[in-house]
């Protein structure tokens, strides 16, 4: 599955919690928040704490593996930071941001 919004992972924690028999309220247990929290994630509210989501993923047992093409990171990089790659002609390219091979970026 690719993730591209929260929505999406909302989706993912919900399809992972019930394969796994949980409720809202049982998730919520285990992460020591309360099952409106797990709503929101559920729902793909876009604040939410980004640990506290790598939690709620890991208690229903998704883990996470990133990879970023070559021609994603380059589209990256041209859309948000032409002034640099002008300026870094000669350097060598930055290395792949993480989260956007996760997520992918705003404005895509």
């Known amino acids: 599955m690719q993730i591209k919004t929260m929505g999406d992972i909302g989706?993912?924690?919900?399809?992972?919690?019930?394969?796994?028999?949980?409720?809202?309220?049982?998730?919520?247990?285990q992460l020591h928040m309360g099952r409106?929290?797990?709503?929101r994630l559920e729902k793909g509210h876009p604040r939410l704490e980004a640990q506290r989501v790598l939690d709620a993923l890991r208690v229903v047992g998704v883990t996470?593996?990133?990879?970023?093409?070559?021609?994603?990171?380059?589209?990256?990089?041209?859309?948000?930071?032409k002034a640099a790659a002008q300026k870094?002609?000669?350097?060598?390219?930055a290395p792949p941001d993480p989260f956007d091979a996760l997520f992918g970026t705003k404005n895509g």
């Not at 996470?64 to 930071?81: D, F, I, N, P």
């Not at 870094?88 to 390219?93: F, H, L, N, V």
Request: aromatic share 2%; no cysteine; glycine share 6%.
């Open 88 to 93: 870094s002609t000669a350097a060598s390219p």
């Open 11 to 29: 989706a993912l924690v919900r399809s992972a919690r019930t394969a796994r028999g949980m409720t809202q309220a049982d998730l919520a247990e």
């Open 36 to 39: 409106d929290w797990v709503v």
């Open 64 to 81: 996470l593996e990133a990879a970023a093409s070559e021609t994603e990171t380059g589209s990256v990089r041209k859309r948000g930071h």
